[in-house]
């Protein structure tokens, strides 16, 4: 089955620790994309990815990071500099060619707790 | 700043009737908006998009799109209990590379 898989689904981080949250996808999809989604406030992008080795910081990057090494993998370290990490955390990924949809994806998302 | 403004709700309809959630959007170029069902602690999964002016249908849900007002909406028809779930309009920007803008969400509850 072709689809996007987060792990791990629940986290728990103790403050000062860095933690990294997988993000795999066998859609051969081109873009990827971490957001962000805390209660009420909707889904904030955090990077985003169009192509192997290249990203950009979305609205709210500060104390995270992200590599794209390979097409299938983007991968998002949560730093010890994010001030308020607890969040839900979606993976997503498109298809960018010129036929389809272009419809974003998601995975089924890491839940983070900062202890 | 781009936006995408949703009533936040909660929007109650009793089963069997018309559930109508609107969205509006600030960036007139936009060429593409979604719409996304959230289930409590679940994902965001596609409902529908739409591209052109005018109403698009799927089943029992209707997408409308009014450029000019800059507004879309989302229609459900015969709102069952298992509708009830937070839906999330997204706009794509008219720049080229640029990711999908969300709205917060507007919470949907269908009683039976």
């Known amino acids: 089955?072709?689809?996007?898989?987060?792990?791990?689904?629940?986290?728990?981080?103790?403050?000062?620790?860095?933690?990294?949250?997988?993000?795999?996808?066998?859609?051969?999809?081109?873009?990827?994309?971490?957001?962000?989604?805390?209660?009420?406030?909707?889904?904030?992008?955090?990077?985003?990815?169009?192509?192997?080795?290249?990203?950009?910081?979305?609205?709210?990057?500060?104390?995270?990071?992200?590599s794209r090494e390979k097409k299938e993998s983007f991968p998002l370290t949560v730093t010890s500099a994010q001030k308020n990490p607890t969040a839900f955390y979606l993976c997503a990924s498109r298809y960018t060619g010129s036929s389809g949809a272009n419809v974003l994806t998601f995975g089924a998302g890491s839940r983070l707790t900062v202890l | 700043q781009k936006e995408v403004e949703q009533n936040s709700g909660p929007l109650s309809v009793p089963e069997g009737a018309i559930a109508s959630l609107n969205c509006t959007y600030s960036d007139?170029?936009?060429?593409?908006?979604?719409?996304?069902?959230?289930?409590?602690?679940?994902?965001?999964?596609?409902?529908?998009?739409?591209?052109?002016?005018?109403?698009k249908e799927d089943g029992r849900f209707t997408a409308q799109l009014n450029k000019a007002s800059q507004y879309v909406s989302l229609l459900?028809?015969?709102?069952?209990?298992?509708?009830?779930?937070?839906?999330?309009?997204?706009?794509?920007?008219?720049?080229?590379?640029?990711?999908?803008?969300?709205?917060?969400?507007?919470?949907?509850?269908?009683?039976?």
Not at chain 1, 48 to 55: A, P
Request: glycine letters at 10%.
């Open chain 2, 28 to 55: 007139r170029g936009s060429q593409s908006f979604f719409w996304y069902r959230q289930y409590s602690g679940k994902s965001p999964e596609l409902i529908m998009f739409i591209y052109s002016n005018g109403d």
């Open chain 2, 76 to 112: 459900i028809r015969d709102s069952q209990p298992s509708d009830s779930a937070t839906y999330l309009c997204a706009v794509r920007p008219n720049q080229a590379g640029t990711a999908l803008i969300f709205g917060k969400g507007t919470t949907l509850s269908v009683s039976s």
């Open chain 1, 1 to 66: 089955d072709g689809g996007i898989t987060q792990s791990p689904k629940y986290l728990f981080r103790k403050e000062g620790q860095n933690v990294t949250l997988s993000c795999e996808q066998n859609l051969n999809h081109d873009a990827m994309y971490w957001y962000r989604q805390d209660p009420g406030q909707g889904l904030r992008l955090i990077y985003y990815s169009q192509i192997v080795n290249d990203f950009q910081k979305g609205d709210i990057a500060e104390g995270y990071s992200v």
